[in-house]
């Protein structure tokens, strides 16, 4: 079945420095979706990218799809403490099925 | 106003117990999920609904059976509670294929002891 895997596991990271997180599907993807989860709660919904070679930013936030499809990243430039969490991608099918990464678990030290 | 609720937050209950999770959502979506997360954030889909019908059926113990009464509605009912199933419970919405996202409720913590 399909795959998605997300790297790394764990970042920690000084707040200012930058932080990217990477995802790859065993298949070739409709859409790409990333979420939020801070400390204790829900996912949120962040953003969807479906363009092969899209890129969408949210201030300090830039999210790629990669040409194929079948790769994506966040890359968060200069964090904040605000940006503690866990970034999830979530890889979609033409048959509306989303499976989630394992998740990046980010922790930001002051 | 909450977009999606589950009942109750926190559930703590022993082997063998029989217990159920409530979800509803006011958003006007027409299809719902229920996903479990465990102890290492690994977010694992279980059942999905689509206008009360199942559309999703992962591999999951026949010990749960989700339920959607209507399309507001999604609850989930686990028999013979075993320690294994100790996670939380999230359920989720979204308007079709969900092109604008999942939208999850709070969790339910559940602890089997």
């Known amino acids: 079945g399909q795959q998605v895997m997300q790297i790394p596991q764990y970042q920690h990271v000084q707040e200012g420095e930058d932080f990217t997180t990477y995802c790859n599907s065993s298949?070739?993807?409709?859409?790409i979706q990333w979420y939020k989860q801070r400390p204790g709660g829900h996912p949120v919904f962040l953003i969807q990218?479906?363009?092969?070679?899209e890129v969408k930013k949210q201030k300090r936030l830039t999210f790629q799809f990669g040409e194929a499809k079948k790769n994506s990243s966040l890359h968060i430039t200069a964090t904040q403490t605000t940006d503690v969490g866990t970034y999830f991608c979530?890889?979609?099918?033409?048959?509306?099925?989303?499976?989630f990464g394992q998740g990046t678990i980010l922790t930001v030290h002051p | 106003d909450t977009a999606v609720s589950q009942t109750p937050k926190y559930l703590v209950t022993q082997m063998g117990n029989d217990k159920s999770i409530k979800c509803e959502q006011n958003?006007?979506?027409?299809?719902m999920y229920w996903y479990k997360q465990d102890s290492k954030k690994f977010l694992k889909i279980m059942f999905s609904?689509?206008?009360?019908?199942?559309?999703i059926n992962e591999t999951v113990p026949n010990r749960f059976s989700p339920k959607s009464p209507d399309k507001a509605h999604l609850n989930l009912h686990i028999n013979s509670l075993e320690l294994g199933d100790s996670a939380v419970y999230f359920c989720?919405?979204?308007?079709?294929?969900?092109?604008?996202?999942?939208?999850f409720g709070s969790g339910t913590r559940l602890t089997v002891v």
């Open positions: 298949t070739t993807l409709s859409n």
């Open positions: 609904y689509n206008n009360k019908e199942l559309i």
């Open positions: 958003l006007g979506h027409d299809t």
């Open positions: 989720a919405s979204s308007q079709g294929q969900g092109a604008h996202g999942y939208t």
């Open positions: 979530a890889g979609g099918t033409s048959y509306g099925k989303l499976t």
């Open positions: 990218l479906v363009k092969s070679g």
